[in-house]
């Protein structure tokens, strides 16, 4: 069988060095060519040292070239929803890691790749374990009142809580259809200490050195409690998610977000 092509964008990054040399392992897919706007040469050497690729900062000129199969994009928000409709509207299908992408954006490439019969798969954590806990917490979410999402990360992400923390909040909300119960303190003596609030939910973040990413969603009910924990110690984590995602992308039509619902996870009632 000939190897699924695919062409990185975001390909200096961190995640695109990472996607490209787990590509070039996989004897299933094969890199034809890196986009990346900090591109400055025309060529790039493939990390195994296999052969040399097409590169550039231009994504347009770039598919003219390679005519991959699959685009798979780790950028800025603003730069992958381009890159999207480019791709999208010359038949490639999308795989897209990057955060950020609005509702509307999301609206947008099912419109696309419905429209272009090829697949995008979105998916703001591509970890198997981030998935998995989502559908546990949800379902725990339907019989417990309440709940405390902790959050771990290294000490220099700049925002708090992490988006998969609130989108654990949001998916949790919606599976239970009400929000959840809080038990007020009568006197918080150091302001804050309780942590922030989504409709019942309490949001603690850590910011420490030695954390990479890690959440842990701890339930409260009548003489028990259930904790369900998932820590990422490297980069690689994602990496087996995306793998899977370029190989199911070619063989589905419009958008599939979420690697919860790639990996069948989500029930058949939810959308977007
Ligand atoms: N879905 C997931 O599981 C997952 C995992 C890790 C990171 N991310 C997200 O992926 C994105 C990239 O993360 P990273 O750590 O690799 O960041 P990074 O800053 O290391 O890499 C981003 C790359 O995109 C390039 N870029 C920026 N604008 C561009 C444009 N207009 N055209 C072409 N290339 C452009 C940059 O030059 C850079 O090389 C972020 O949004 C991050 O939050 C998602």
Redesign the pocket.
């Known amino acids: 069988m000939e190897p699924i092509t695919v062409l990185v964008?975001?390909a200096?990054?961190?995640?695109?060095r990472e996607v490209t040399a787990a590509i070039c392992r996989d004897p299933e897919l094969e890199v034809v060519g890196g986009?990346?706007?900090?591109a400055t040469q025309e060529q790039f050497t493939l990390p195994d040292g296999s052969k040399k690729v097409p590169f550039s900062?231009d994504l347009s000129s770039l598919l003219e070239v390679c005519h991959p199969k699959v685009l798979v994009d780790?950028?800025?928000a603003e730069?992958s929803i381009s890159a999207a409709r480019t791709a999208l509207k010359r038949g490639v299908n999308v795989v897209i890691?990057?955060?950020?992408l609005l509702e509307d954006n999301l609206k947008e490439i099912a419109q696309l790749s419905e429209a272009n019969r090829v697949g995008a798969v979105v998916?703001?954590?591509?970890?198997i374990g981030a998935a998995v806990l989502l559908n546990a917490v949800k379902a725990a979410a339907r019989f417990f009142d309440y709940v405390d999402i902790i959050e771990m990360h290294h000490h220099e992400k700049a925002d708090a809580p992490s988006g998969t923390a609130l989108a654990t909040a949001k998916a949790m909300l919606q599976s239970r259809g009400k929000p959840f119960l809080y038990s007020k303190t009568k006197k918080e003596t150091l302001s804050g200490t309780r942590g922030g609030q989504v409709d019942g939910i309490t949001i603690h973040s850590v910011r420490l050195p030695g954390f990479v990413a890690s959440q842990e969603v701890v339930f409260g009910g009548q003489g028990q409690t259930l904790s369900v924990r998932h820590d990422t110690i490297g980069r690689e984590c994602?990496i087996p998610g995306v793998i899977m995602a370029i190989k199911e992308v070619v063989k589905r039509q419009g958008l599939v977000y979420g690697l919860d619902t790639l990996l069948n996870l989500r029930g058949s009632d939810e959308g977007i």
């Open positions: 964008h975001g200096l990054g961190k995640m695109g986009v990346d706007i900090k900062s780790f950028t800025i730069a890691g990057t955060s950020g998916a703001p954590n591509f970890t994602y």
